[in-house]
């Protein structure tokens, strides 16, 4: 099955300086990566996304890349803020069921 | 709409005490999931129902049950609670042909004593 490997578990940042989170997969045939932000006492919410078509994809201070041949992909947020603190999930997923593979998170801290 | 509910947000049992989780989605997906989180491990997949009807095991699925009840109920019933199975329980539902994101309930806080 698919495994998933995300790095950091732990960053802590200033605000304003950027965060960047690196995950790897290891089934070739997942196609669709997702990446979700976790707030305390909260579920999972997705913030970007991308497909293996595609090889960067960004909205307003979140970007995502994905590299198919090495099989990783990254999330970069710039110019944190105080409210971006909190757990960051990666995911890959293929074409069963939409069954996702979860890394085991990172979890952000920007101090002001 | 609202999106993904679970009840209940919160529940204590005894060792081998019974239960059944709730979880109902209003958005007309098709594909239901039950995840437990434990600390530093993620989210692992326990049942998965890719429609109305059928239901498939995920990564740890040993000491559950599921039933999807309808489309747009799916519960999740442990028979005999274990100490290992205190944790947070999520429910989520995607649609596949819109995506795949998962939209997440708020999850239900699970002591097992």
């Known amino acids: 099955g698919e495994n998933v490997e995300q790095h950091p578990s732990t960053l802590s940042v200033q605000e304003g300086d950027s965060a960047v989170i690196k995950c790897t997969y290891s089934d070739s045939a997942s196609n669709y990566f997702p990446w979700y932000k976790q707030e305390l006492g909260k579920g999972p919410q997705l913030i970007i996304d991308i497909r293996s078509n595609v090889g960067e994809k960004k909205d307003q201070r979140i970007a995502v890349t994905l590299n198919k041949t090495a099989k990783h992909f990254s999330l970069h947020i710039t110019e944190t803020q105080p409210e971006d603190s909190a757990v960051y999930f990666c995911a890959a997923s293929g074409t069963n069921a939409g069954k996702s593979t979860f890394g085991d998170g990172t979890t952000l801290t920007v101090k002001p | 709409n609202a999106g993904v509910t679970q009840t209940p947000k919160f529940q204590v049992l005894k060792t081998g005490q019974s239960m059944t989780l709730q979880c109902a989605q209003d958005m007309n997906h098709n594909s239901m999931y039950w995840y437990r989180q434990d600390p530093g491990m993620g989210l692992r997949l326990i049942y998965y129902?890719?429609?109305?009807?059928?239901?498939d095991k995920g990564e740890v699925p040993n000491g559950y049950n599921v039933s999807r009840l309808n489309k747009r109920e799916f519960s999740l019933r442990l028979e005999s609670a274990a100490p290992s199975q205190t944790s947070v329980y999520f429910c989520?539902?995607?649609?596949?042909?819109?995506?795949?994101?998962?939209?997440f309930g708020p999850g239900t806080r699970l002591t097992v004593l």
């Open positions: 129902s890719a429609s109305e009807g059928t239901t």
């Open positions: 989520a539902s995607s649609e596949a042909s819109k995506g795949g994101e998962q939209f």
